[in-house]
């Protein structure tokens, strides 16, 4: 019986491990991705006179240049990532908003419950 708890355990920490590794993972991702978007963004003119933007890492110093099927791919790939942080902040802002009404909803319970220790703003009585 001790032996299937202790492979329980091991399992549990590495599963943990694995998330963690994951998140962070993603976090470095998300984050490349924006540094990516902010240094390296960059606009081309097409044959046609329009301009397509874009971004990608590449050297300023240099020119480089795209097929037309390759920029709009990019520009498809970038308006979507752009519309799904929009998504993500307000679907945040949200999730914030419900958190911070109900803490302000709890105050006055922990206003009262010795449980939270912290106590209210009252002064005591004075004495004359």
Do not use: W
Request: charged share 10%.
């Amino acid at each position: 019986m001790s032996g299937y708890f202790s492979n329980f355990g091991r399992e549990m920490r590495k599963e943990n491990l694995i998330r963690k590794f994951f998140a962070v993972a993603l976090i470095g991702l998300f984050v490349n991705f924006m540094f990516v978007n902010t240094v390296f963004t960059h606009t081309h003119r097409m044959a046609d006179g329009s301009l397509m933007s874009h971004s990608h890492p590449y050297q300023p110093s240099t020119s480089h240049s795209h097929s037309t099927s390759l920029l709009s791919l990019i520009s498809g790939f970038n308006s979507a990532a752009s519309a799904f942080q929009g998504i993500a902040s307000i679907f945040l802002a949200a999730i914030s908003s419900l958190i911070a009404i109900d803490y302000l909803c709890k105050a006055p319970q922990r206003l009262i419950n010795p449980q939270y220790r912290i106590y209210s703003l009252r002064a005591p009585p004075a004495i004359r």
